[in-house]
Every structure is written in structure tokens, then in C-alpha cells.
């Protein structure tokens, strides 16, 4: 028979079998065993309640500091339209950012999409996640999101969002596949012109210098110009950054910036583009936060920021004060003839009196839209000659300018 023992706790085999007989018939109960203690240290009551509020408490993500990272304006349409199209289907939020979040390439965009899906995992709403982000969902895109948010209709202003995007990436590709041809062009003939004058002409400039022949304007330049790059080269690299430093200063603050693309504006054939380019921004814009559920206040602020001149920029937000105090649309457009011209005035106030102003608006931008690309299209053919005289002009010009002195040498050679 074994003995009760302080250590460990042991009965016999009798003493178990009474024990378990007397609780089968209902004369003993059954008391539950402590838990045993993993330690011997004091439980603290205060200690503990606060460590499962900080075990209830939301950890929210954290944003990564000093990251650098471009997102291309497809990459954003791509993610807005995908977005939009796994939510309508009726996925939820967080796993369709989880998903795109697996197929986005761009390392630094995924992992700004990481950090959406975990804000958004956390019971945050996805919005104030974007506004962490501004250089790549601008205020447009974060109000969107928020009213699509608010009135349940997300799927849909990320549909917008994609079609906004998408205008701007087929009018941006317009433009530089437009441009793409005549920078080319002026690329060569500055390359040739720079071959020439640091390799071909010094030759020439001594051997006319060695036989006495009087140099023309052109190749005396060209040396000039040859002697400064070749013995003071840092101080013209120094010069070339100082000036682009001294323009970029200047042209930071507002009013000189505000003064250059008014400047623009008044460019006989790049100031029309740039105009119709403005305005076709500004209506798509404005019929999207408007389609959204944005007040009109509230969505001209926000257009004003999303267009690149800044004279609309500003007379758009004065604009919006107009609004605030109670003045239509077209008549504020009225008060600015040089900026909206008198067809689209005379829309917007059809559709103000009709109730229909995004429709309208939408009209609008069509119509600016299919302008800009029919100016685009043209323009190759437009500046096609103009590069052909441009470029016959430089040939001539150099060949005149050293063929004359040839000439004069080989007479200085005759009998």
C-alpha cells in the first residue's frame, strides 16, 4: 500500500477504486481540478486586463518611410478597372486587393497595395489607406473612393476612376506619339550639327588657317565654340545646371509659373491645343465627381488640382468660390471668355436649366476629345515640311559656309 506523499501526490489502486464507486452512486461530487501554474510569480489583476485591451486593440499597418517607387498611369487604370470589375462581381474588398496585390509587377505598387489590403483588413476604410499615398492616388481618386465608400456604390467609382484614367492615357499617348516624330528629327540634326562642329570642322579650320584662307562667320564660331567646350567643358556643364537650377526656382513660385502658362496659352498653335487639352480634362473630370455624388464646389476644388496648367488651376478654384456663393456654372464661365469659349458656355447652360449637366458635360469632353486627337493627327503631316525646310536649311547653311572656303583654296593652288 502506497502513501500519500508531499511530493508526488500518489494513491494507491484501493483507495481510486472506492473513490470512483462513491461518485458513481452519488455520494461524492466531483470537484474540477486547478489549472496547474506554469509559475510561481504573483498574478496581477491590473496587468492583465491591460494586456487583453492592447490583444483587442487594432494594430494598423505600417507605412514604410524613405521608399521610392514611380506608378505608371496604366498601372493605375489597370488596377481601378480590375478593381472595380472583382467587386461587381461580388468579391469582397479585402481579398480582391489581396488578389491584385499577387499580380501587380511593380514591386514598389504592390507594396503599396499590401498596405491598402491590411489597412483595409483591419476595419479601416480604404480611403484614409490611399490618402498615405499621394504620389500615387491623387485627391480626385481618394474623394471618389470616399463618396463610393459613403454611398455604397464603390464597384462603380472605381469603374469611373478606370474610365477617367483610361481618357488620359489615350490622350497622353496621342500626344507623344504625336511628338515623337519631329523630336526625332530636331535629335539628329542637333547630333550632326554636334559631330560636325567638335570633329569635322577643327580639321578643316586648321588646314584653311595653314593656307591663309580667311574663315567665314560660320566656322569662326564653330571654332569659338570648339575652344570653350574643349578647355573649359565643367564650367559650361556648371553653367547649363546653374540656369536649369535658376529656372527651376524661379519658375516654383506662383506668379512666375502662373505668368509662363498664360504665356502659353497665347502660343498661336500650341496654346489652342493646350486649351482644348485643359478643357477636355476639366469636363471628364467634373461629369465623374459629379456622377460620383461629389457636391459641385467640392468637385471643381478638386479638378483644379488635377489639371497641369496653372492658369485654368487658378481661375478654376476661384470658380468654385463663385459656386459656393450661388453663381450657375455658365455664368462664371461667362466672366472668362479667353479660357471657355462660347459653345461651351452655352452647353453648360442648357444643361443647368435642364437638370442634365453631367450629361452635358460628358458631351463636352467627347467633343474636346475627338478635336485634340484630329489636331494630333494632323500634326505629323502639319510639321513634316516644316522639319523638311528646317533641315534642308541647316544642310545648306553648312555646306555654304565651308564649300566657299574650299573654293578659295583650291584657287590659291592654281598657276
Known amino acids: 500500500m502506497e502513501y500519500l506523499d508531499n511530493k508526488s501526490r500518489k494513491i494507491d489502486n484501493t483507495a481510486a477504486l472506492q473513490l470512483e464507486k462513491l461518485q458513481a452512486d452519488g455520494e461524492l461530487t466531483k470537484v474540477p481540478q486547478k489549472a496547474k501554474m506554469s509559475s510561481f510569480k504573483l498574478y496581477n489583476p491590473k496587468a492583465a486586463s491591460q494586456a487583453a485591451k492592447v490583444e483587442k486593440e487594432i494594430k494598423l499597418p505600417v507605412k514604410k518611410r524613405f521608399t521610392l517607387g514611380r506608378v505608371s498611369l496604366t498601372e493605375k487604370m489597370m488596377f481601378m478597372d480590375n478593381l472595380s470589375t472583382m467587386l461587381k462581381a461580388g468579391l469582397a474588398l479585402s481579398p480582391a486587393l489581396a488578389t491584385l496585390r499577387r499580380e501587380i509587377k511593380n514591386k514598389y505598387f504592390a507594396n503599396v497595395v499590401d498596405y491598402l489590403h491590411r489597412y483595409v483588413e483591419n476595419g479601416q476604410v480604404l480611403s484614409k489607406g490611399m490618402a498615405a499615398y499621394p504620389n500615387v492616388f491623387s485627391e480626385m481618386v481618394i474623394a471618389t473612393v470616399e463618396v463610393g465608400e459613403n454611398t455604397g456604390m464603390l464597384a462603380d467609382s472605381f469603374g469611373h476612376l478606370a474610365d477617367i484614367l483610361r481618357a488620359q492615357h489615350k490622350l497622353r499617348s496621342k500626344v507623344v506619339s ?84 498664360s504665356f502659353y496659352l497665347k502660343i498661336p498653335f500650341a496654346g489652342r491645343l493646350i486649351q482644348e487639352i485643359s478643357l477636355a480634362s476639366f469636363s471628364s473630370s467634373l461629369q465623374a465627381l459629379l456622377a ?124
Open 178 to 261: 504625336a511628338l515623337m516624330y519631329p523630336v526625332i528629327v530636331l535629335l539628329a540634326l542637333i547630333g550632326v550639327s554636334l559631330f560636325l562642329a567638335l570633329s569635322i570642322f577643327p580639321q578643316l579650320i586648321d588646314l584653311f588657317e595653314a593656307a591663309g584662307v580667311n574663315l567665314p562667320f560660320v566656322l569662326l564660331a564653330v571654332q569659338s565654340v570648339s575652344f570653350f567646350l574643349t578647355n573649359y567643358s565643367f564650367y559650361a556643364v556648371g553653367i547649363l545646371i546653374l540656369l536649369v537650377i535658376i529656372w527651376k526656382i524661379i519658375f516654383h513660385f506662383p506668379k512666375p509659373k502662373l505668368a509662363l502658362h
Open 292 to 415: 460620383a455624388g461629389l457636391a459641385i464646389v467640392q468637385s471643381m476644388k478638386i479638378v483644379a488640382k488635377t489639371l497641369g496648367n496653372t492658369r485654368y488651376r487658378t481661375e478654376i478654384l476661384k470658380m468654385s468660390e463663385e459656386l459656393e456663393k450661388g453663381v450657375p456654372l455658365s455664368k462664371s464661365m461667362a466672366h472668362r471668355p479667353t479660357l471657355f469659349p462660347s459653345l461651351t458656355i452655352q452647353l453648360c447652360q442648357v444643361g443647368e436649366s435642364t437638370g442634365e449637366l453631367e450629361n452635358i458635360l460628358r458631351k463636352i469632353s467627347k467633343f474636346y476629345e475627338d478635336r485634340v486627337n484630329n489636331i494630333l493627327s494632323n500634326l505629323s503631316t502639319i510639321i513634316e515640311p516644316v522639319l523638311l525646310v528646317v533641315v534642308g536649311v541647316a544642310v545648306g547653311f553648312i555646306a555654304l559656309s565651308v564649300i566657299g572656303p574650299m573654293y578659295e583654296l583650291t584657287s590659291s593652288f592654281a598657276p
